[in-house]
């Protein structure tokens, strides 16, 4: 089987921008399940001639007290259970926030290759917001823009490296 990368972070960072810059038009299945919505999304990608699967982990709702935080925690263990490597996400417009730290704190635990990317980097000017990420301690954060697509190869080497 395919290794598989999962692409977790809190809402709105740019997940589902920058999976979809990964896979092109090659969308494979959306599974959907009741109860909880569980709008997995996987895709298939490869990258100089490795081949893998990927999850967009976006698409967890789940309804009551704390909705954000809960389903970016079961988003973030999902991805633990699955993933080969996983893509943690972060947003270098509003830097580090509690909602990363909590997933960070999951991350930690699971033994897995993390690779920082830190999206909307859409200019050169914003290219010192990466260094606050370093803190997390997962190696380098890796500038992505999924608006320009700009960092989008240096992402997926960061991936293959790991598979
Ligand atoms: P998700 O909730 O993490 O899946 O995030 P989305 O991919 O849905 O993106 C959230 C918002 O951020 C959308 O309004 C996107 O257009 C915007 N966005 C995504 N990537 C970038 C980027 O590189 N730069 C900027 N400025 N906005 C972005
Ligand atoms: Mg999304």
Redesign the pocket.
Known sequence: ARPVVAIV???????????NRIIGDRLSIVEDKPGITRDRIYGVADWNGKPFSII?T?GIEIDGEDVILKSIRMQAELAIEEADVIVF?CDA?SGVTQADEEVAQILYRSGKPVIVAV????NIERSDLIYEFYAFGFGDPIA?????GTGVGDLLDGITDNL
């Open positions: 972070g809190r809402p709105n960072v740019g997940k589902s921008t920058i999976f967009d976006g996400m417009k999206n909307k980097v859409d992505v823009s999924g608006s320009h």
